[in-house]
DNA sequence: TAGGTGATCTTG
DNA sequence: AAGATCACCTAT
């Protein structure tokens, strides 16, 4: 526990298996002083090659997921539907264009400011259970786009380890356009957590 | 269950 | 240069 995780860590070539062992780990984020951390629940893993759901199938290169194809240990932020900040962890080596998506966490420090954030008074599920919801909690804006996992204001620690049977595999949220790849169980979240977005 | 929202990408 | 698309959320 509270150990900032190395950016080699992350240059794992099975992004699934890294998209796995992301639960239960940390993300923490320090903006403006403001100090949040959220246990990870549920995460998606994306792959550039032969997954038809990534921004960056094909090796695709574009402006917006450039950063995809950097070393594994960066932040991948971008607008979804105009209004949303979804946040993916890339990884693999320089070259190869794979992320995870951190869909859910649970909250664990900074609950006061994360309630603000959210324009919120109690603490329910909605306040860090989704993608998008998650990021404003945690403060995460475009502006983190190509943030190395080792800075001062963004990074994720070591947490509790699960057992394999705790951790169920699912197929992906919103992906349905992918075709064959949209059966891909793809989708990892905590068994029986509160916290993670849809069962 | 439907509509808001705007950057990004693709097509023409 | 314009239109379709989109890794979602909130409220009816």
Same mark, same amino acid.
């Given at each position: 526990?509270?150990?900032?995780?190395?950016?080699?860590?992350?240059?794992n070539s099975n992004v699934a298996e890294v998209a796995?062992?992301?639960?239960?780990?940390?993300?923490?984020?320090?903006?403006?002083?403001?100090?949040?951390?959220?246990?990870?629940?549920?995460?998606e893993a994306y792959s550039g090659d032969n997954d038809k759901a990534c921004h960056a199938n094909n090796q695709n290169k574009?402006? =917006?997921n450039?950063?995809m194809f950097?070393?594994? #240990?960066? /932040?991948?932020?971008?607008?979804?539907? +105009? %209004?949303?900040?979804?946040?993916?962890?890339?990884t693999n080596k320089?070259g190869s264009a794979d992320a995870v998506l951190?869909?859910?966490?649970?909250?664990?420090?900074?609950?006061?400011?994360?309630?603000?954030?959210?324009?919120? =008074?109690?603490?329910?599920?909605?306040?860090?259970? #989704?993608? /998008?919801?998650?990021?404003?909690?945690? +403060? %995460?804006?475009?502006?983190?786009?190509?943030?190395?996992?080792?800075?001062?204001?963004?990074?994720?620690?070591?947490?509790?380890?699960?057992?394999?049977?705790?951790?169920?595999?699912?197929t992906r949220?919103?992906v349905?356009y992918a075709e064959e790849d949209a059966l891909k169980l793809w989708r990892?979240?905590?068994?029986?957590?509160?916290?993670?977005?849809?069962?």
């Open positions: 526990m509270g150990n900032k995780i190395e950016m080699s860590w992350y240059q796995k062992q992301l639960l239960g780990k940390i993300l923490c984020t320090n903006i403006d002083g403001k100090l949040t951390k959220g246990k990870i629940v549920e995460t574009t402006k =917006r450039h950063v950097e070393a594994g #240990g960066h /932040a991948y932020v971008y607008l979804c539907y +105009g %209004i949303h900040h979804l946040f993916n962890v890339v320089e951190i869909r859910a966490v649970e909250p664990i420090e900074g609950v006061e400011i994360m309630l603000k954030r959210r324009k919120m =008074r109690s603490v329910e599920k909605k306040l860090t259970a #989704g993608p /998008a919801v998650l990021s404003q909690a945690l +403060g %995460i804006l475009t502006d983190h786009y190509g943030t190395a996992l080792n800075s001062e204001s963004l990074w994720v620690e070591e947490g509790e380890l699960h057992n394999e049977d705790k951790i169920v595999s699912t949220i919103g349905d990892f979240y905590i068994k029986e957590n509160a916290w993670v977005s849809r069962f």
